[in-house]
Structures are given as structure tokens and as C-alpha cells.
Nanobody, 122 residues
Framework: VQLQASGGGLVQPGGSLTISCAVS????????MAWFRQAPGKERELVAA????????RYVDSVKGRFTISRANAETMVYLQMNNLKPEDAAVYYC????????????????WGQGTQVTVSS
């Protein structure tokens, strides 16, 4: 499975950004997808996850109501729409996939992509 994240950049506090992940190498609907992030000096954390069907989602409390994870199975893409960004959201965001279960904070997914940098600063 290959995961290619893109769309990171610099955004002002309160702004919005959508990052994307292109997935190949396996039947996309069989994969549960997630976005993780890691800021300098901090541990990597699960930001959001979505089931293969798209019916189940999971978010870390700090982004609920601001971030939305979605997937387009026909295009084998997964997205993270981020609204009302805060400086503490700045991190490298990683796309990840799991073939067995909805990704959770306590379990490392099977596959990882490279990160995309999100910077939140005025």
C-alpha cells in the first residue's frame, strides 16, 4: 500500500486548510484510514479516522467540531478538512491505513505515508 499525502502549507490562525492522501496498492474500500500528527517535541497522536465504508469516524477531542475526515472511494482519496486552525494544530500530518480495524490511539496502523507540514502562524 502506498500513501501520498499533500496539501500542507502555511495558514493564519482561524484559517482553513484541506490536506489530501492518495492511496494505491490495495482495494481502497478494504482499508480503514486515518490522519495522525506530530509536532516538534511531542508524541504522535491520532487526529481522525474513518472506516472503509465511510460510515464510522473518530476524532481526537481537540479537533472535534473543527476538522472533518472524509474519503472518496472511487478516487481512492482521503481528506482532512481543517477549519478554525489554531497554532497548536501545527504539526507534520501523516496519512495512515489499517486493513483490520478503525485506527485508534493505542494501535499503530499497518501502513504509513510520508508527512505533510501544516504551519499555523500569523
Amino acid at each position: 500500500v502506498q500513501l501520498q499525502a499533500s496539501g500542507g502549507g502555511l495558514v493564519q490562525p482561524g484559517g482553513s486548510l484541506t490536506i489530501s492522501c492518495a492511496v494505491s496498492g490495495r482495494t481502497f474500500r478494504d482499508l480503514h484510514m486515518a490522519w495522525f500528527r506530530q509536532a516538534p517535541g511531542k508524541e504522535r497522536e491520532l487526529v481522525a479516522a474513518i472506516s472503509g465504508s465511510g460510515f464510522l469516524t473518530r476524532y481526537v477531542d481537540s479537533v472535534k467540531g473543527r476538522f472533518t475526515i472524509s474519503r472518496a472511494n472511487a478516487e481512492t482519496m482521503v481528506y482532512l478538512q481543517m477549519n478554525n486552525l489554531k497554532p497548536e494544530d501545527a504539526a507534520v500530518y501523516y496519512c495512515a491505513a489499517d486493513q483490520s480495524t478503525l485506527p485508534s490511539a493505542g494501535r499503530s496502523p499497518d501502513y504509513w505515508g510520508q508527512g505533510t507540514q501544516v504551519t499555523v502562524s500569523s
